[in-house]
């Protein structure tokens, strides 16, 4: 089975405070790209990062961060001092070795001032 | 350079009758991928078409089609439209040859009535 669970549906928070977005995917292909988009009330899909199964490497862009694990198939999206501008709908999604990608439920992140 | 551009914006049907969905790739990209999004839902891989070919299928019924032209816009057709066909469109590009990330349009919402 291919699949991305995102159990977390709202998330409210504070201006300023750190948010942690998880993710957790299923794949039997030992080759794969895992995403993290963006979509705010205007409905597209905005692309935050792309990550191949075989770099491990955690990546930090401003005040963005994730945290790939192999071991626990989850690839973890953090906000750092989150502002009212970060409030959007967050999916994460899976490209196994087909054209398609599997988008997780979404998680929606409201950030309050 | 514009990015993938969809039309029309929101479009409101019946039951039974047929919809056309248009989308234009980002400029340089081949390959065009149609998603469906359900309220609340994350997006939902209906078909991919490059060279003017439907390259792969979702789990979605033949009422289900698209076409490509030569110059790589993409439309999505559906037939016998049903209450639950209501949703947000999405039409993504890609470049075939390097595996890159997915451009999303705003998408089409339509309202089966």
């Known amino acids: 089975a291919q699949k991305v669970t995102q159990a977390q549906t709202e998330i409210s928070v504070v201006e300023k405070e750190d948010v942690t977005l998880d993710c957790v995917y299923e794949?039997?292909?030992?080759?794969?790209?895992l995403f993290w988009y963006k979509q705010p009330p205007s409905g597209e899909l905005v692309f935050l990062i792309r990550?191949?199964?075989?770099?491990?490497q955690n990546e930090i862009s401003g005040r963005y961060s994730w945290n790939f694990q192999k071991s626990t198939s989850s690839f973890n999206f953090t906000i750092t001092a989150s502002q009212v501008v970060d409030s959007a709908v967050y999916f994460c999604?899976?490209?196994?070795?087909?054209?398609?990608?599997?988008f997780g439920t979404g998680t929606r992140l409201q950030v309050f001032p | 350079d514009a990015g993938v551009t969809q039309s029309p914006t929101h479009l409101i049907k019946t039951r039974g009758q047929q919809v056309t969905l248009r989308c234009s790739p980002k400029s340089g990209h081949d390959t065009v991928s149609w998603y469906q999004q359900a309220l609340g839902q994350g997006p939902q891989f209906i078909f991919q078409y490059y060279e003017e070919e439907e390259r792969q299928r979702g789990n979605f019924p033949d009422r289900f089609s698209g076409h490509q032209f030569p110059n790589y816009s993409s439309e999505l057709n559906v037939n016998a439209l049903l209450l639950g066909d209501s949703a947000l469109y999405l039409c993504?590009?890609?470049?075939?040859?390097?595996?890159?990330?997915?451009?999303f349009g705003s998408g089409t919402q339509l309202s089966v009535l």
């Open positions: 990550r191949n199964s075989f770099d491990e």
């Open positions: 794949t039997r292909d030992t080759t794969y790209y």
């Open positions: 993504a590009s890609s470049l075939k040859s390097t595996n890159e990330k997915l451009f």
């Open positions: 999604a899976l490209k196994p070795n087909t054209d398609k990608l599997i």
